[in-house]
């Protein structure tokens, strides 16, 4: 934990931040695995914040099952796209209005931003009137970033093959592994296991469902997005767990 906490504290405190909200994933598909864990790794990075005059909030996220429901570069990044134009997953949607009130919170903005609550509900009228996707469009063109992607992010790259596995049987889902979904999105060439690799912005894995979720036979599960037919086998064994 001391080498996790020293890694991620140095970069934040040396980009100049005044107040850090730290977002500490807990589960299969994080660093820890436990919610003491969670704590004990939150708790050690808000110190070391504190000790260098930072304002500090760690909040503890469940990463046991995917955030939102895409895995991969461009597929996460639609996924981005739709949540700022109001048509994101809810538990993302959620997220991102905890993460930001808590931002908004340690801005130190007066009056106006100290009820967690209030602000949420602020948050919700940039969404719903669209200033949030203005802004994420002006932070894509200072970049020279091509806006028109945030427009249309059907000009984002797609996969050419798509394969859905389906429920063979009527239940409810009690597990969606987030370790095994990131290796099956890793086997189709969403991430690197060496710096020399090249990451495919197109693959990556899509999960249709949550845990509680009830299923019948048919109903889809998962659908692998990928450019290579020869790496499916690989995901769809990630997959199948």
């Not at 003491?36 to 996220?61: F, P, T, W, Y």
């Not at 461009?74 to 109001?86: D, K, P, R, S």
């Not at 106006?112 to 203005?134: F, M, P, Q, R, V």
Request: hydrophobic share 45%.
């Amino acid at each position: 934990l001391p080498l996790i906490a020293s890694s991620i504290m140095s970069k934040k405190i040396a980009a100049g931040a005044d107040g850090i909200v730290l977002d500490v994933k807990m589960g299969t598909g994080a660093f820890v695995q436990t919610l003491d864990e969670a704590r004990e790794l939150a708790q050690i990075m808000v110190n070391i914040g504190h000790g260098v005059g930072r304002d500090m909030v760690a909040l503890i996220s469940d990463m046991n099952q995917p955030l939102g429901y895409a895995v991969g570069n461009a597929l996460e990044v639609h996924e981005a796209i739709n949540t700022l134009m109001g048509n994101g997953p809810a538990d993302f949607h959620a997220h991102c209005l905890e993460v930001a009130a808590y931002m908004l919170n340690l801005a130190g903005q007066g009056e106006k931003w100290t009820d967690i609550d209030a602000t949420k509900a602020d948050l919700l009228t940039k969404l719903d009137n669209g200033e949030a996707l203005n802004m994420f469009r002006a932070m894509v063109g200072a970049q020279s970033g091509d806006v028109s992607f945030v427009d249309d992010p059907s000009k984002l790259p797609q996969a050419a093959d798509q394969e859905t596995l389906t429920a063979e049987h009527t239940g409810t889902v009690s597990c969606a592994d987030a370790l095994d979904i990131a290796k099956a999105a890793f086997e189709l060439g969403a991430g690197r296991e060496t710096k020399a690799d090249k990451i495919d912005p197109a693959v990556g894995v899509v999960v249709h469902v949550k845990v509680g979720d009830n299923v019948k036979p048919g109903d889809p599960l998962a659908t692998i997005h990928s450019n290579d037919a020869s790496k499916h086998e690989a995901a769809r064994t990630h997959l199948n767990n």
